[in-house]
């Protein structure tokens, strides 16, 4: 991520980051994830299409 100097790059590391830790939660047992949009969706669209 501090390597990363684009914008579109670091939003897509969140992205991949979020995705990992969901399997690692599911994994783990846990049942259920609240995601947070912030009044930007487009990143937890990406994530919950990854995921579902």
């Given at each position: 991520m501090e390597k990363a100097r684009d914008k579109k790059?670091?939003?897509?590391?969140?992205?991949?980051?979020?995705?990992q830790q969901y399997k690692e939660l599911k994994n783990y047992g846990?049942?259920?994830?609240?995601?947070?949009?912030?009044?930007k969706p487009e990143?937890?669209?990406?994530?919950v299409q990854a995921i579902y």
């Open positions: 790059l670091i939003f897509n590391i969140g992205i991949e980051w979020a995705i846990v049942k259920v994830i609240h995601y947070y949009t912030m009044d990143n937890i669209y990406k994530i």
